[in-house]
């Protein structure tokens, strides 16, 4: 797994400069990334008067933040239960993976063969297969509708992930620490709390950052377990866009302010995500 | 002692987590697929009962999905799939691989066309998808970018067309799948042979020719429905297609760079001192190198692939009948119909599809590793 480094340390000499054709390439490519951004800020700071079809590309005519204040004002809700669900579940799935990986990797016991990869297949089912008993089962224990029936569903669904981020991460701690710290008279917790997590600091920053994106950017479990009051912004986006009546400035708005947390994690901490984004083919 | 007490401590410690998977995934699993072995939903008064009353009906759901006239859509969702699959691991693997070949040459700010590139992937599919269906207004969006260089705007409907290609017949089904099967399979011989290998490639070749003989006797004749029915790829998928590779594209180009930066530079040399062009180091030392890359990517993209709801969720609604695939039925019968029973049928379907993709994956994966 150890995912390698995107960057390769110093060119060899002799590799060739690439060639103007190279960029020409590149920066085809590049706009074709940018141009629905462009065309989103364009959109959400235009007055909407200004917003028609022909005229999608221009520019305006001048700047016009209002769009954001009223997007930020039918949104605020929406975003606090986001902003919730993925900070309590992402933190409970992180320290319970972190958990089972130390367990998978240090404590060989009969059987864990079988149950990691029984683990891992709950990560790649398509949830509808367990959606009908999940929603019956949440509205039986009166937790449907609710955010922590949401909470509860991401922690679960979350553990596979996670479980296999932290057991490659500790596979990289050799054994014969444990084995010195288990000599020094240290039990179970003893080397888990003085020896992996302590250095699990990397470890727990890359599963977080996958996690809070992953479930920041969910919508499956968030629109058919959650009731208008406990919607996340996904799905509040979706309601909003779906709409035929409004104009496209609101929906660029609240898809912009949908967007910046994960965005704002991934400019900030690009290299923990891609190692996470790596991970997440198993052998990366 | 004190080791196999500890032992017993990891072992409890890690029996939360495991009872949770095995409730939450392996028995919600088998609760599915009994549910869609009933009838639940046909009651209307049991269909939102905390504890319905159900009654075991077999295998009509699953019968229904393949084989009555009302399931229409399921089978297009099931050709959408297809092609949406197809095309859209065609897009990302060809662009993903292109974009990390360009930024391996070497060149500067490769941090920022990096950054480019993939941060989509950091986004909401609804997100994504609010925001290319504003693209792919008919009337605005990239339709009208040629006018901005004074050329007429373009008139391709992306979302709303209904236009449908490569239409076939459902009946036909079984005659296409058996002529596929020993198509494949008498490539894998023929690649058996050129490698030399025993008796694996006559083996291949028999199974083959029992395919092909299958096709074209029984399979020709086995009519699921008793009238014809015409499927094919709806061009109003073409916009949700451009919307999924703009968002993983960039995924695929990490998992291909990181596989490039694995490949020693002693090997190019050595390429390059016995007089290799640049198209030939690709074509016959990198490309070669990346095929294990290429095959995780096709069944990571893949299995997504098969999943896809919330894309198309956000760009043409849940009730656009050309746009539909199984995930969103799905969602829509068991959710908006209170139709369950028919809605795990299809959920069993989806699952059986991901299962067929990512269980040899996780396999070979896994076995590799232990090797190691």
Same mark, same amino acid.
């Given at each position: 797994?150890?995912?390698?480094?995107?960057?390769?340390?110093?060119?060899?000499?002799?590799?060739?400069?690439?060639?103007?054709?190279?960029?020409?390439?590149?920066?085809?490519?590049?706009?074709?990334?940018?141009?629905?951004?462009?065309?989103?800020?364009?959109?959400?700071?235009?007055?909407?008067?200004?917003?028609? #079809?022909?005229?999608?590309?221009?520019?305006?005519?001048?700047?016009?933040?209002?769009?954001?204040?009223?997007?930020?004002?039918?949104?605020?809700?929406?975003?606090?239960?986001?902003?919730?669900?993925?900070?309590?579940?992402?933190?409970?799935?992180?320290?319970?993976?972190?958990?089972?990986?130390?367990?998978?990797?240090?404590?060989?016991?009969?059987?864990?063969?079988?149950?990691?990869?029984?683990? #891992?297949?709950?990560?790649?089912?398509?949830?509808?297969?367990?959606?009908?008993? #999940?929603?019956?089962?949440?509205?039986?224990?009166?937790?449907?509708?609710?955010?922590?029936?949401?909470?509860?569903?991401?922690?679960?669904?979350?553990?596979?992930?996670?479980?296999?981020?932290?057991?490659?991460?500790?596979?990289?701690?050799?054994?014969?620490?444990?084995?010195?710290?288990?000599?020094?008279?240290?039990?179970?917790?003893?080397?888990?709390?003085?020896?992996?997590?302590?250095?699990?600091?990397?470890?727990?920053?890359?599963?977080?950052?996958?996690?809070?994106?992953?479930?920041?950017?969910?919508?499956?479990?968030?629109?058919?377990?959650?009731?208008?009051?406990?919607?996340?912004?996904?799905?509040?986006?979706?309601?909003?866009?779906?709409?035929?009546?409004?104009?496209?400035? #609101?929906?660029?708005?609240?898809?912009?302010?949908?967007?910046?947390?994960?965005?704002?994690?991934?400019?900030?901490?690009?290299?923990?995500?891609?190692?996470?984004?790596?991970?997440?083919?198993?052998?990366? | 002692?004190?080791?196999?007490?500890?032992?017993?401590?990891?072992?409890?410690?890690?029996?939360?987590?495991?009872?949770?998977?095995?409730?939450?995934?392996?028995?919600?699993?088998?609760?599915?697929?009994?549910?869609?072995?009933?009838?639940?939903?046909?009651?209307?008064?049991?269909?939102?009962?905390?504890?319905?009353?159900?009654?075991?009906?077999?295998?009509?759901?699953?019968?229904?999905?393949?084989?009555?006239?009302?399931?229409?859509?399921?089978?297009?969702?099931?050709?959408?799939?297809?092609?949406?699959?197809?095309?859209?691991?065609?897009?990302?693997?060809?662009?993903?691989?292109?974009?990390?070949?360009?930024?391996?040459?070497?060149?500067?700010?490769?941090?920022?066309?990096?950054?480019?590139?993939?941060?989509?992937?950091?986004?909401?599919?609804?997100?994504?998808?609010?925001?290319?269906?504003?693209?792919?207004?008919?009337?605005?969006?990239?339709?009208?970018?040629?006018?901005?260089?004074?050329?007429?705007?373009?008139?391709?409907?992306?979302?709303?067309?209904?236009?449908?290609?490569?239409?076939?017949?459902?009946?036909?089904?079984?005659?296409?799948?058996?002529?596929?099967?020993?198509?494949?399979?008498?490539?894998?011989?023929?690649?058996?042979?050129?490698?030399?290998?025993?008796?694996?490639?006559?083996?291949?070749?028999?199974?083959?020719?029992?395919?092909?003989?299958?096709?074209?006797?029984?399979?020709?004749?086995?009519?699921?429905?008793?009238?014809?029915?015409?499927?094919?790829?709806?061009?109003?998928?073409?916009?949700?297609?451009?919307?999924?590779?703009?968002?993983?594209?960039?995924?695929?180009?990490?998992?291909?760079?990181?596989?490039?930066?694995?490949?020693?530079?002693?090997?190019?040399?050595?390429?390059?001192?016995?007089?290799?062009?640049?198209?030939?180091?690709?074509?016959?030392?990198?490309?070669?190198?990346?095929?294990?890359?290429?095959?995780?990517?096709?069944?990571?993209?893949?299995?997504?692939?098969?999943?896809?709801?919330?894309?198309?969720?956000?760009?043409?609604?849940?009730?656009?009948?050309?746009?539909?695939?199984?995930?969103?039925?799905?969602?829509?019968?068991?959710?908006?119909?209170?139709?369950?029973?028919?809605?795990?049928?299809?959920?069993?379907?989806?699952?059986?599809?991901?299962?067929?993709?990512?269980?040899?994956?996780?396999?070979?994966?896994?076995?590799?590793?232990?090797?190691?």
């Amino acid at each position: 797994m150890s995912a390698r480094p995107l960057r390769r340390s110093g060119r060899a000499p002799g590799r060739r400069r690439p060639q103007w054709g190279t960029y020409l390439l590149l920066a085809l490519a590049a706009a074709f990334f940018l141009l629905p951004v462009y065309l989103v800020l364009v959109t959400s700071l235009k007055p909407p008067a200004e917003i028609n #079809l022909s005229g999608t590309w221009l520019l305006p005519t001048h700047w016009n933040w209002a769009s954001y204040a009223t997007a930020w004002q039918a949104f605020a809700p929406k975003l606090l239960n986001s902003l919730i669900l993925a900070i309590v579940a992402t933190a409970a799935s992180a320290l319970m993976g972190s958990m089972n990986g130390y367990i998978l990797s240090k404590w060989h016991f009969p059987g864990a063969n079988i149950v990691f990869p029984l683990m #891992l297949f709950g990560m790649f089912i398509p949830y509808q297969s367990i959606l009908i008993p #999940l929603f019956q089962f949440l509205r039986n224990i009166g937790l449907y509708g609710s955010l922590w029936g949401l909470i509860l569903t991401h922690v679960v669904y979350g553990l596979p992930i996670t479980t296999l981020i932290f057991r490659n991460f500790y596979a990289e701690i050799p054994d014969e620490m444990i084995e010195a710290a288990r000599i020094d008279g240290a039990d179970f917790f003893g080397i888990y709390g003085r020896i992996i997590f302590p250095l699990s600091i990397s470890g727990f920053v890359v599963v977080i950052i996958w996690q809070f994106t992953q479930i920041w950017n969910e919508f499956l479990f968030a629109v058919t377990l959650t009731r208008q009051s406990t919607q996340p912004i996904t799905v509040a986006l979706a309601q909003l866009a779906g709409g035929e009546a409004v104009k496209w400035n #609101l929906p660029m708005a609240g898809a912009v302010l949908a967007a910046l947390p994960t965005l704002i994690i991934y400019i900030v901490l690009g290299r923990y995500f891609i190692r996470g984004l790596l991970a997440g083919s198993v052998k990366g | 002692m004190k080791i196999t007490r500890d032992r017993l401590i990891a072992i409890v410690m890690l029996l939360p987590s495991a009872a949770l998977i095995a409730i939450f995934v392996y028995g919600f699993i088998g609760r599915t697929f009994y549910v869609s072995l009933t009838n639940w939903g046909q009651d209307a008064t049991q269909a939102l009962a905390l504890h319905p009353k159900l009654k075991f009906i077999g295998l009509a759901n699953y019968t229904g999905l393949f084989g009555n006239f009302i399931e229409t859509r399921f089978r297009q969702d099931l050709v959408n799939t297809f092609f949406f699959t197809i095309l859209f691991l065609a897009g990302c693997l060809a662009l993903g691989l292109g974009l990390a070949v360009l930024l391996d040459r070497g060149v500067k700010a490769e941090g920022l066309f990096r950054t480019i590139f993939l941060f989509p992937f950091a986004l909401a599919f609804i997100v994504t998808g609010t925001i290319w269906r504003w693209m792919l207004q008919p009337q605005g969006g990239i339709n009208v970018l040629p006018t901005l260089v004074g050329l007429p705007p373009a008139r391709f409907g992306w979302l709303t067309s209904r236009v449908s290609v490569l239409r076939f017949d459902w009946n036909h089904l079984p005659l296409i799948l058996g002529v596929a099967v020993a198509a494949i399979l008498a490539l894998a011989a023929w690649r058996g042979y050129r490698a030399g290998r025993g008796l694996g490639p006559s083996i291949a070749v028999a199974l083959a020719a029992l395919a092909l003989l299958w096709a074209l006797t029984l399979g020709r004749n086995a009519h699921p429905l008793p009238y014809p029915e015409q499927h094919g790829f709806n061009l109003a998928f073409i916009g949700i297609i451009i919307a999924a590779v703009w968002q993983m594209s960039g995924y695929t180009m990490a998992l291909y760079l990181a596989g490039l930066r694995g490949i020693p530079e002693e090997l190019r040399e050595a390429a390059r001192v016995d007089g290799a062009t640049e198209w030939q180091l690709y074509r016959f030392v990198i490309l070669p190198l990346l095929g294990p890359i290429s095959l995780s990517a096709m069944i990571i993209l893949g299995h997504i692939s098969l999943k896809i709801f919330d894309l198309v969720f956000a760009m043409t609604g849940p009730d656009n009948a050309p746009t539909d695939v199984p995930a969103l039925l799905m969602y829509l019968r068991s959710f908006r119909a209170n139709q369950f029973a028919q809605g795990a049928a299809i959920a069993m379907v989806l699952l059986v599809m991901v299962a067929a993709v990512i269980i040899p994956y996780l396999y070979s994966s896994l076995r590799g590793e232990v090797r190691r």
